[in-house]
């Protein structure tokens, strides 16, 4: 089993929809988790990090399920320039800061 | 302006012949890593730093050395390459390993995109 797993998509949605996505972890010791977002052939940048009450940044809203071991990613009314790649990362307790990405979740908005 | 710069950001070359890829940062980072990005596998970490002259084995090391001398500056080395090491690299940074509980965000390079033919 993976360490972080994600469906891969892709999920094609109309402009205006809301979309979730969800992102599973398999260590319980987890600390510290993210959702990053990838363009095509581009790097992946920061969307926003995941805290234990949730947040919320615009459109965007980011859930924690610790009991359940996973996180979510919501988006509200749709735009196309939503369309890319959606990796979760999740960062595990004992030192460092390293990061276990999800293979990433495809989103394609259309009109 | 504060970035990762990666150099080249194509490159096709073959079996056997020694390459670098350079990862330069202007944000004065403590931390940085090279991850290698291939289908349905996501980002695979090579090695890290955690600083000047640390550096350590990540989930994929085989075949590829690291340095780090500067603070400023990781490059990835890939003494022999092989067909299997056709990918998609990122050089990544940030602020700090940091700790038990805190993480900190990653700024990745442009990417350097590597076929071994």
């Known amino acids: 089993r993976k360490e972080v797993e994600q469906d891969p998509g892709p999920f094609n949605v109309p402009e205006g929809a809301t979309v979730a996505f969800n992102c599973t972890y398999s260590?319980?010791?987890?600390?510290?988790f993210f959702w990053y977002r990838q363009d095509c052939r581009k790097e992946p940048k920061l969307l926003m990090s995941?805290?234990?009450s949730g947040n919320e940044d615009g459109r965007f809203t980011a859930q924690l399920n610790r009991a359940s071991q996973y996180i979510s990613l919501l988006i509200r009314d749709s735009k196309l320039s939503d369309s890319a790649t959606y990796l979760c990362?999740?960062?595990?307790?004992?030192?460092?800061?390293?990061?276990?990405f999800g293979a990433g979740t495809r989103l394609a908005v259309h009109p | 302006e504060a970035q990762v710069t990666q150099n080249p950001r194509y490159l096709i070359t073959v079996t056997g012949k020694k390459l670098t890829v350079t990862c330069s940062q202007n944000m004065n980072h403590e931390y940085m890593s090279w991850y290698r990005q291939d289908p349905g596998l996501g980002l695979r970490q090579i090695y890290y730093s955690m600083n000047v002259e640390v550096t350590d084995k990540g989930d994929v090391p085989e075949g590829y050395k690291v340095s780090r001398k500067e603070k400023r500056n990781f490059p990835l080395i890939l003494e022999s390459p092989s067909p299997n090491q056709t990918s998609l690299y990122f050089c990544?940074?940030?602020?700090?390993?940091?700790?038990?509980?805190?993480?900190?965000?990653?700024?990745f390079g442009p990417g350097t995109r590597l076929t071994v033919t």
């Open positions: 995941v805290y234990s």
């Open positions: 990362a999740v960062s595990f307790s004992g030192g460092y800061n390293k990061l276990i």
């Open positions: 990544a940074s940030s602020l700090s390993g940091g700790g038990i509980l805190t993480s900190y965000e990653q700024y």
């Open positions: 260590n319980s010791a987890s600390q510290s």
